[in-house]
């Protein structure tokens, strides 16, 4: 396995859990499906059609997400919004996610010299 | 709706269970409207759009399983050690009882010795077969029950299987040496002395005696060739890939030929089984060759899987006891 599909294969695992997120914030602002993928495209956290439509649908059925079909326009179209649950899942992975950052980067920031005594 | 798209999301909306096809279908429909439009806006040409739309889709079946929530796999990480040692003990109880069955039924109904080996063989296949199957349908159903994870059986310590004893047994050699010995002498003996004479008052011999050209010494190679084997083994501490496969062939050449002469019925000396008929014991001959064959098999594949099994205790050990050096 080269360098290249090891950082991927980490990389993607890292983002697994972080598209919840993101939609979740951003679908505080009601939204369609295709709005989503464009924003988090502009954003820079791109995530695949085939990934992100199933996951709004689990989320619209753990009832994080609100959703109707909006047939004002000439097609109709589903338009999610984030329930109130869903702004308390999404307080609750932010606060992990800060805590985990927090604590990694007090890792990194330990002096090199004095090894951890635990790790002796 | 092009019939491309069309055939997509039917083939989406059959994947998923009915109460959601309908849902599903008009969001996969409202998905593929979405991204064929923005395609277009940028100035692609309608049917490159839907190509490219559905190709980044990919595999209906595959998106389909993201919708309803289904596993991808058969039998998936929270099932799978219990399936697996499931099979094992079945390959290791129910497949040889099953088998030892068949063969004692055939023996009684009064099947012919080779009958018997290639019943007893095609038994052996077939329940492993349904073994498998069964086993994996079962597992793969529970796989797909809600609930499931909480039934897979918790793992502990008292679970864990005996460690290989690696390193070379002097008791092992000692026992394998001894018996490929006494085949061997028995071979020679049992030309000599015999409970039954001819009418000459010579002695008979157990194994027909036309099979002394080629046949008696080429089985006496055989279990002199696996002594050595199992000596050098010894020296060597213990096996190694190489001596599996040099004890595979020594027993091979013994193994084959008994078992080919028992099923054709021309290993035993015909006047050897007259006499014992004469004593009562009318099915000599079958019970005689089916119990060889039965033996010889046996034997053969324990010692076949037995030595495979032991590489990797007897490779750890070797490489221990040069870095305690």
Same mark, same amino acid.
């Given at each position: 396995?080269?360098?290249?599909?090891?950082?991927?294969?980490?990389?993607?695992?890292?983002?697994?859990?972080?598209?919840?997120?993101?939609?979740?914030?951003?679908?505080?602002?009601?939204?369609?499906?295709?709005?989503?993928?464009?924003?988090?495209?502009?954003?820079?956290?791109?995530?695949?059609?085939?990934? @992100?439509?199933? !996951?709004?649908?689990?989320?619209?059925?753990?009832?994080? +997400? $609100? #959703?109707?079909?909006?047939?004002?326009? &000439?097609?109709?179209?589903?338009?999610?919004?984030?329930?109130?649950?869903? @702004?308390?899942? !999404?307080?609750?992975?932010?606060?992990?996610?800060?805590? +985990? $950052? #927090?604590?990694?980067?007090?890792?990194? &920031?330990?002096?090199?010299?004095?090894?951890?005594?635990?790790?002796? | 709706?092009?019939?491309?798209?069309?055939?997509?999301?039917?083939?989406?909306?059959?994947?998923?269970?009915?109460?959601?096809?309908?849902?599903?279908?008009?969001?996969?429909?409202?998905?593929?409207?979405?991204?064929?439009?923005?395609?277009?806006?940028?100035?692609?040409?309608?049917?490159?759009?839907?190509?490219?739309?559905?190709?980044?889709?990919?595999?209906?079946?595959?998106?389909?399983?993201?919708?309803?929530?289904?596993?991808?796999?058969?039998?998936?990480?929270?099932?799978?050690?219990?399936?697996?040692?499931?099979?094992?003990?079945?390959?290791?109880?129910?497949?040889?009882?099953?088998?030892?069955?068949?063969?004692?039924?055939?023996?009684?109904?009064?099947?012919?010795?080779?009958?018997?080996?290639?019943?007893?063989?095609?038994?052996?296949?077939?329940?492993?077969?349904?073994?498998?199957?069964?086993?994996?349908?079962?597992?793969?159903?529970?796989?797909?029950?809600?609930?499931?994870?909480?039934?897979?059986?918790?793992?502990?310590?008292?679970?864990?299987?005996?460690?290989?004893?690696?390193?070379?047994?002097?008791?092992?050699?000692?026992?394998?040496?001894?018996?490929?010995?006494?085949?061997?002498?028995?071979?020679?003996?049992?030309?000599?002395?015999?409970?039954?004479?001819?009418?000459?008052?010579?002695?008979?011999?157990?194994?027909?005696?036309?099979?002394?050209?080629?046949?008696?010494?080429?089985?006496?190679?055989?279990?002199?060739?696996?002594?050595?084997?199992?000596?050098?083994?010894?020296?060597?501490?213990?096996?190694?890939?190489?001596?599996?496969?040099?004890?595979?062939?020594?027993?091979?050449?013994?193994?084959?030929?008994?078992?080919?002469?028992?099923?054709?019925?021309?290993?035993?000396?015909?006047?050897?089984?007259?006499?014992?008929?004469?004593?009562?014991?009318?099915?000599?001959?079958?019970?005689?060759?089916?119990?060889?064959?039965?033996?010889?098999?046996?034997?053969?594949?324990?010692?076949?899987?037995?030595?495979?099994?032991?590489?990797?205790?007897?490779?750890?050990?070797?490489?221990?006891?040069?870095?305690?050096?």
């Amino acid at each position: 396995m080269n360098d290249e599909d090891v950082l991927t294969g980490h990389q993607q695992e890292l983002r697994r859990g972080t598209v919840v997120m993101a939609a979740l914030a951003t679908l505080r602002t009601p939204g369609y499906g295709y709005g989503l993928l464009s924003v988090l495209e502009k954003s820079g956290m791109s995530v695949d059609a085939n990934t @992100l439509y199933p !996951l709004l649908r689990r989320l619209e059925k753990q009832e994080l +997400l $609100a #959703a109707e079909w909006d047939t004002s326009d &000439s097609r109709p179209r589903k338009m999610y919004r984030t329930s109130e649950e869903g @702004l308390k899942l !999404l307080a609750a992975l932010e606060a992990e996610w800060n805590s +985990l $950052a #927090a604590s990694l980067s007090a890792l990194r &920031s330990a002096h090199p010299h004095e090894p951890l005594k635990e790790l002796s | 709706m092009s019939t491309l798209t069309h055939r997509y999301i039917t083939a989406v909306g059959r994947a998923v269970p009915e109460s959601q096809r309908q849902d599903v279908e008009a969001e996969v429909a409202a998905a593929i409207e979405d991204l064929t439009q923005a395609r277009l806006e940028s100035g692609s040409d309608p049917q490159a759009a839907e190509q490219e739309v559905l190709v980044e889709l990919g595999d209906p079946m595959r998106l389909a399983a993201g919708y309803a929530n289904k596993p991808l796999h058969l039998i998936g990480p929270d099932h799978f050690p219990a399936y697996v040692r499931l099979l094992k003990v079945l390959a290791s109880t129910v497949l040889p009882v099953v088998t030892c069955a068949v063969i004692l039924g055939q023996i009684i109904s009064g099947a012919e010795a080779g009958e018997v080996a290639v019943t007893a063989l095609a038994t052996l296949w077939q329940v492993a077969l349904m073994m498998a199957f069964w086993v994996t349908v079962v597992f793969a159903a529970i796989e797909r029950t809600p609930g499931s994870k909480a039934m897979s059986p918790q793992w502990n310590p008292s679970m864990l299987p005996d460690p290989p004893t690696g390193g070379v047994r002097l008791g092992d050699t000692l026992a394998s040496v001894t018996m490929s010995l006494i085949g061997a002498a028995y071979i020679v003996w049992q030309n000599f002395r015999s409970p039954f004479t001819d009418a000459a008052g010579e002695p008979i011999p157990t194994l027909a005696p036309e099979l002394w050209p080629l046949w008696i010494p080429l089985m006496l190679a055989g279990l002199l060739a696996s002594a050595v084997v199992e000596v050098l083994r010894y020296r060597a501490g213990g096996w190694s890939w190489g001596f599996v496969a040099a004890n595979a062939a020594a027993d091979l050449v013994f193994a084959v030929p008994l078992i080919w002469l028992a099923a054709t019925n021309t290993l035993l000396d015909p006047r050897f089984l007259g006499n014992l008929v004469d004593l009562g014991w009318i099915d000599a001959g079958l019970h005689l060759n089916v119990t060889i064959i039965v033996i010889t098999v046996g034997v053969l594949a324990w010692e076949l899987i037995d030595s495979a099994r032991k590489v990797r205790g007897d490779t750890a050990a070797r490489n221990l006891g040069h870095a305690g050096r």
